[in-house]
C-alpha cells in the first residue's frame, strides 16, 4: 500500500492558478488509478479530477472541467492537479487519493478509494 503526501500552493487569489503535487511511497504506485477530492466545511467530500494508472484516460467534475488537468508521472510517483481561473467557491482542503478498483471509467464516490493523504488547505480569495 502506498502513502501518499500532498504539496503545493495554499493561498491564491481569484482568477489566479494552483498546482498541488501528491508524492507517494512505495513500489506500487504504478498500480494504482489516482485521483483528487476536495471538501469544504459543512460540505461533502466531492470528486475533482482522476486519472488512470497508465495515465492514459482522465475524468473531471463539471466544476473545473476545461480549467483543470490532472496528470502523473509514475517515476517519480507522483500526481498532479492543476486548476486556473481560481473561484471563491474551489476554496477547500484537496485530498490525493488512489484505489486499485480498476473501475472505468474512475469512480467519483470518495467511499470507494482506498488510500488516502493527510489533505492540504487551499484558499482562494480576492
Known amino acids: 500500500q502506498v502513502q501518499l503526501v500532498e504539496s503545493g500552493e495554499r493561498m491564491v487569489q481569484v482568477g489566479g492558478s494552483l498546482r498541488l503535487s501528491c508524492a507517494a511511497s512505495?513500489?506500487?504506485?504504478?498500480?494504482?488509478?489516482m485521483g483528487w477530492f476536495r471538501q469544504d466545511l459543512g460540505k461533502e467530500r466531492e470528486f475533482v479530477a482522476g486519472?488512470?494508472?497508465?495515465?492514459?484516460?482522465?475524468d473531471y467534475a463539471e466544476s473545473v472541467k476545461g480549467r483543470c488537468t490532472i496528470s502523473r508521472d509514475n517515476a517519480k510517483n507522483t500526481v498532479y492537479l492543476s486548476i486556473n481561473s481560481l473561484k471563491p467557491e474551489d476554496t477547500a482542503v484537496y485530498y490525493c487519493?488512489?484505489?486499485?478498483?480498476?473501475?472505468?471509467?474512475?469512480?467519483?464516490?470518495?467511499?470507494?478509494?482506498?488510500?488516502w493523504g493527510q489533505g492540504t488547505q487551499v484558499t482562494v480569495s480576492s
Open positions: 487519493a488512489g484505489t486499485l478498483s480498476g473501475l472505468s471509467p474512475l469512480s467519483t464516490n470518495w467511499i470507494t478509494w482506498s488510500v
Open positions: 512505495g513500489r506500487a504506485f504504478p498500480t494504482y488509478d
Open positions: 486519472i488512470n494508472r497508465n495515465g492514459n484516460n482522465t
